[in-house]
């Protein structure tokens, strides 16, 4: 099995190769452009695996894909590339535009012209997953979970731009029979999530003795799947989904973002016992322009479809995601110390 991957050096998509390379064993090509949110550094477990090259393109360069295709000749392809982090989007929204809308464009053009020249098994057993959010349906009320006949109601150029993929993707299969298959994902975290994240942020921040800034009044619900569970469920429907269908993914653990906060705080009083109590710097800020209230995932099709369960619940996560940045300096320190120092300092990014 040959499978390319857009975005594999980000978060989700290094966990997803990381998974596919170590666990499942299959040829994989790294496809990333690598900007400030890729990091080779969360491919090192890899480097030297035989089963595993890396490409640095864009996934704008139409000729880039068409060779990147034309040499690696893939049996699927697994769209993760995007730029992702909503606080950008609202500052700075013509490269979500480009990389999540035009970027798909142009991969999905690159892979109907590859498959349109396969024959046989080559051509059947072709597939394309794209990889979304669920904040694509925009935002819950107290009740309610996202299904996957939820309508679209993006609030952020973040959500936008995805949603636009995602009906783009919708489209390719409807109209030309491209084997795509689509996956909506809730708020994911874990090891080598980028430090200017909530989760990271605050554990960091709270190592260091600075505050913990937090949204508002912290009330905002996220559902928060644990990457690893993601990216099993992300390599199941490339496998088995449903062409045409979407299958939305979440591990049924909502928390409120100050819950979140308080969580960690309680992990670190323990681990680190002799700072002062980590909440007492817990610090309120200005809510976001547009801010959804609640998402919330019903993942029952996939769970019931595809057998996938998530096998981390929010506890055991985060205590394991504590414990990675305490013991992975080496990973996050030159990111706190470049960008997110630099370029971001006094930004907060939060789901
Ligand atoms: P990320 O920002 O950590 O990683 C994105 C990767 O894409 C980076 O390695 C970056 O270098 C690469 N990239 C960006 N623009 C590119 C371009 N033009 N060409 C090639 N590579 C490019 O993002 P993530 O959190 O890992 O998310 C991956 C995917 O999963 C995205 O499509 C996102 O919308 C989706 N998703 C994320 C979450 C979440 O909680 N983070 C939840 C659901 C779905």
């Given at each position: 099995m040959r499978i390319l991957v857009t975005g594999g050096a980000g978060f989700i998509g290094s966990a997803l190769v990381r998974h596919l390379v170590g666990d499942v064993g299959a040829e994989v090509l790294t496809v990333d452009k690598l900007t400030y949110a890729g990091n080779l550094a969360s491919l090192k477990s890899i480097e030297n695996?035989?089963?595993?090259?890396?490409?640095?393109?864009?996934?704008?360069?139409?000729?880039?894909?068409?060779?990147?295709?034309?040499?690696?000749?893939?049996?699927?392809?697994m769209h993760l590339a995007a730029e992702s982090h909503v606080d950008r989007s609202i500052t700075g929204a013509g490269e979500f535009v480009q990389t999540n809308v035009i970027g798909t464009f142009n991969m999905l053009e690159a892979a109907r012209r590859y498959w349109d020249q396969q024959t046989g098994s080559a051509k059947e057993d072709f597939r394309f997953l794209h990889v979304s959010t669920d904040e694509v349906y925009g935002s819950l009320g107290e009740d309610g979970l996202f299904t996957e006949t939820t309508a679209y109601d993006p609030s952020s150029p973040y959500s936008a731009s995805k949603a636009a993929s995602d009906h783009l993707a919708t489209a390719w299969h409807r109209t030309y029979g491209l084997p795509v298959v689509l996956s909506n994902c809730s708020n994911n975290y874990g090891p080598y999530h980028f430090p200017e994240k909530l989760i990271p942020l605050i554990?960091?921040?709270?190592?260091?003795?600075?505050?913990?800034?937090?949204?508002?009044?912290?009330?905002?619900?996220?559902?928060?799947?644990?990457?690893?569970?993601?990216?099993?469920?992300?390599?199941?429907?490339?496998?088995?989904?449903?062409?045409?269908?979407?299958?939305?993914?979440?591990?049924?653990?909502?928390?409120?973002?100050?819950?979140?906060?308080?969580?960690?705080?309680?992990?670190?009083?323990?681990?680190?016992?002799?700072?002062?109590?980590?909440?007492?710097?817990?610090?309120?800020?200005?809510?976001?322009?547009?801010?959804?209230?609640?998402?919330?995932?019903?993942?029952?099709?996939?769970e019931r479809e595809l057998g996938w369960r998530a096998q981390e619940n929010f506890d055991t996560g985060i205590e394991k995601t504590v414990r990675w940045y305490l013991e992975n300096q080496w990973w996050w320190e030159p990111l706190r110390g470049g960008v997110y120092a630099g370029e971001r300092l006094g930004v907060l990014e939060q789901p």
């Open positions: 695996a035989p089963n595993h090259r890396f490409l640095r393109a864009d996934i704008c360069d139409v000729a880039a894909m068409h060779a990147a295709f034309d040499e690696f000749r893939p049996d699927r392809v554990i960091l921040n709270a190592l260091e003795g600075k505050q913990l800034p937090i949204y508002g009044n912290g009330v905002n619900v996220r559902d928060w799947l644990y990457v690893d569970d993601h990216a099993k469920a992300l390599h199941l429907i490339a496998s088995r989904g449903r062409l045409g269908e979407k299958y939305n993914v979440g591990g049924r653990n909502e928390r409120r973002n100050i819950d979140v906060v308080k969580r960690i705080c309680e992990i670190m009083d323990r681990l680190r016992p002799n700072s002062a109590p980590h909440a007492q710097l817990i610090h309120h800020v200005t809510d976001r322009p547009g801010h959804d209230a609640r998402y919330a995932i019903d993942a029952t099709k996939l």
